[in-house]
Each structure stands twice: as C-alpha cells, then as structure tokens.
C-alpha cells in the first residue's frame, strides 16, 4: 500500500501525533464511507479521507481524531 499526503493531512498527522501505519491500519481494517470524491475510513478514534488514485495507491485528504 502506498499513501500519498496532501500538505494538509501531514499538518493534521503532526497535529494529531497521527503516524502512517495507523493511517494504513486504518484504511485496512475501518469502516468505509463513500462521500462526495472518495472515502472516509473510521477505525478507533481515528478518522482517514482518502481517495484511490492507483493499483494500491491512496490520496490521504486529511486525518482527524
């Protein structure tokens, strides 16, 4: 799996003390929502907008508790 971070999701990552293998585990393993342009992964206390732009290749949006 290869996630790609807009400038705002790394913002919210170090906001949040949020790290890349939660955001992973949480995209694998969370509920998914589909909203207006991709999905929204909840697992726990964390929340993942992302988007699927490849063959196992995810747009992190933004990342929040």
């Not at 998914?32 to 206390?45: D, M, P, S």
């Amino acid at each position: 799996m290869i996630i790609r971070l807009t400038r705002h999701a790394q913002d919210k990552m170090i906001l949040f003390e949020v790290t890349k293998e939660q955001i992973k585990t949480t995209i694998k393993r969370g509920s998914k929502f589909k909203q207006t342009e991709g999905y929204l992964a909840v697992y726990g206390y964390l929340k993942v907008a992302y988007r699927i732009i490849g063959e196992a290749v995810y747009k992190i949006k933004t990342v929040y508790v």
